[in-house]
């Protein structure tokens, strides 16, 4: 599944990311998405390429519903290893400085910034939170340093309230993200250790923990074409963020399934997850494009080149979302995906 390097939003979400350089969109890098309006301005009469519906903005009642409950799990995370009465303050005020602290961590010179990280001024959830979305905005060689630093904040918390189940989670998210962007630079061996470490931070209550840690193994199985196990692993993300996750958290699971399912060589079993999929990610704009260059893929692959007109129209679609990116660093990568897309469709009618 291709990799995600869309700017994040507001909320964050933990997720697998892929190995950089295979052929081929079914190899490429992938990273879930996050709700974000950053599609650029509208086309004349509010439709996209081929007459789509433009993606849901930031203020749309499933973006909003979305962002809530992303919102409120963290909170419920956050209340039930600190108890609600007099802490609700203490959080608001935790979240309200963590982008001024990030910020000023990031800031500091190299030696300073990682020995600061391990000090008390730092040591908040809402900090490791902020430099998790950091490192999805950045090029896996510096993201991997601000994870680095994320880490030594997780490990000082887990010091700190040592019997606390959110430190634990904060581990798993951390391990997972860094064996995420380590495969995005093909260190799968790294990448490897990192989930070792995640899976010894586990535990059977942290339900979307679980989520995090099966997306980013089966990214691993998968870039060692172990396929079985990756399907496996991605099915059960996918159940367990269906329980404990968002509606676009989910799809992106289902959306990354489709593509696992592609790369086995199983497109019939991937053209009914991708139609799943594409109306609850909409308002995530790197799985709403995958979703789309997936499901034309897998519509001529299963012998279904019939719907020319559709398999069209959603790479038309593709096309003109990817010209939405909200950062440049972004396009090279997705028009790269894209291209392949069209010469394996291309392939298929030849």
């Not at 601000?146 to 918390?157: C, D, E, F, S, T």
Request: glycine share 8%; with cysteine; net charge neutral.
């Amino acid at each position: 599944m291709p990799d995600r390097y869309w700017k994040a939003g507001k909320a964050s979400q933990a997720g697998p990311a892929g190995q950089a350089g295979q052929a081929g969109p079914a190899g490429h890098p992938w990273r879930p998405g996050q709700a974000d309006a950053a599609w650029g301005p509208q086309r004349a009469g509010g439709a996209g390429a081929a007459g789509a519906a433009d993606p849901a903005g930031a203020d749309s009642p499933a973006v909003a519903a979305d962002l809530v409950v992303q919102a409120t799990r963290r909170l419920l995370e956050r209340l039930a290893d600190r108890g609600l009465e007099g802490n609700l303050a203490a959080i608001e005020q935790e979240r309200r400085q963590a982008p001024d602290l990030v910020a000023e961590l990031l800031e500091l010179p190299e030696p300073r910034r990682s020995a600061a990280a391990a000090s008390a001024r730092y040591a908040t959830p809402e900090v490791v939170w902020r430099l998790l979305e950091a490192s999805r905005d950045a090029a896996p060689e510096p993201a991997v340093a601000q994870l680095g630093l994320a880490r030594k904040i997780a490990i000082h918390l887990a010091a700190l309230r040592p019997a606390a189940s959110l430190n634990f989670q904060l581990r798993v998210e951390v391990s997972c993200e860094t064996a995420l962007r380590l495969l995005d630079a093909g260190e799968q061996a790294a990448a490897a250790a990192r989930l070792r470490e995640a899976a010894a931070a586990l535990r059977l209550d942290l339900g979307y923990a679980r989520a995090i840690y099966c997306r980013a193994l089966a990214r691993l199985r998968q870039a060692e074409h172990r396929w079985e196990e990756a399907l496996a692993l991605a099915a059960r993300a996918v159940r367990l963020l269906e329980e404990h996750g968002s509606r676009s958290e989910t799809a992106a699971a289902i959306v990354e399934e489709g593509w696992l399912l592609l790369d086995a060589g199983e497109a019939d079993e991937a053209v009914p997850r991708f139609e799943r999929a594409q109306p609850e990610v909409e308002a995530v704009p790197y799985a709403a494009v995958t979703c789309r260059l997936g499901l034309a893929i897998a519509l001529l692959e299963s012998g279904q080149g019939g719907e020319r007109a559709r398999i069209e129209r959603l790479l038309a679609d593709a096309e003109w979302m990817i010209g939405q990116a909200s950062a440049s660093g972004d396009l090279p990568r997705l028009r790269w995906l894209a291209a392949q897309a069209v010469a394996r469709c291309r392939r298929n009618t030849g």
